[in-house]
């Protein structure tokens, strides 16, 4: 298994556009999780799906964020309009989870380091 | 919000030294695991102990939890350059889909 897939790695972007970040996890997985990296802030959850549905995304920090997963082995993060301080690094990951609960550990991505000027 | 926070934050050793860094968390889990992020990259899973265990080891790991003071360490024996990375610790609450991390201790292993 290549593992989970981010793309792209990095994305400069002007105050404004949208910005998609898209993440194939494992296959098999059944959970999908959306964090966010600052020096700030540490690592946040954005948020979470289990079977392609989103189950919580009360991280998700405005309604510029929205996040989809239309199948099994794709999702995406969309900013729409982006701003400066949404400049981080974004981590998509998977899991196998067991009636709602982490028994497992989490494979993440390499991530998609976010530039928005 | 963070609910692990290690300890200490940043550490620096001789290769072939051994490294300990600490985790503490306020309520109780279902297991807490270590991770360690490359500069540069995704975090990696390095070992997951349960709540009724109380020491793992995996290869030069061993993690060691302590329920009734609620904190976790992390031991990396005859460390290497290669060791350098931030390690974070995360956990899992009873029942709980989310995986809360730390701020990361921040290791280097000097040559």
């Known amino acids: 298994d290549a593992g989970v897939i981010q793309s792209p790695r990095h994305e400069v972007t002007e105050m404004g556009q949208e910005v998609t970040l898209r993440c194939k996890p494992i296959s098999g997985h059944n959970s999908l999780f959306w964090y966010r990296q600052t020096m700030m802030r540490g690592l946040e959850l954005l948020i979470y799906f289990n079977n392609n549905v989103p189950i919580d995304d009360s991280g998700m920090p405005e309604d510029r964020f929205s996040a989809k997963m239309p199948n099994a082995s794709f999702s995406t993060l969309k900013i729409q309009p982006s701003e400066p301080r949404d400049s981080a690094v974004y981590f998509c990951?998977?899991?196998?989870?067991?009636?709602?609960?982490?028994?497992?550990?989490?494979?993440f991505g390499s991530g998609t380091r976010l530039t928005v000027v | 919000s963070q609910q692990g926070e290690e300890d200490p934050q940043a550490l620096s050793i001789q290769e072939g030294e051994n490294a300990t860094m600490n985790c503490s968390y306020k309520?109780?889990?279902?297991?807490l695991q270590w991770y360690r992020q490359n500069s540069g990259r995704g975090l990696v899973h390095l070992i997951l102990?349960?709540?009724?265990?109380r020491e793992k080891h995996s290869g030069r790991l061993r993690v060691t939890l302590d329920t009734s003071k609620k904190s976790s360490s992390l031991l990396i024996t005859a460390s290497r350059a290669a060791d350098t990375a931030s390690y974070f610790c995360a956990t899992a609450g009873a029942g709980s889909y989310q995986l809360t991390f730390g701020k990361g201790t921040k290791l280097s292993v000097i040559p």
């Open positions: 990951a998977s899991s196998f989870l067991a009636g709602g609960a982490t028994n497992y550990g989490y494979t």
């Open positions: 309520t109780s889990i279902n297991n």
């Open positions: 102990i349960r709540s009724n265990e």
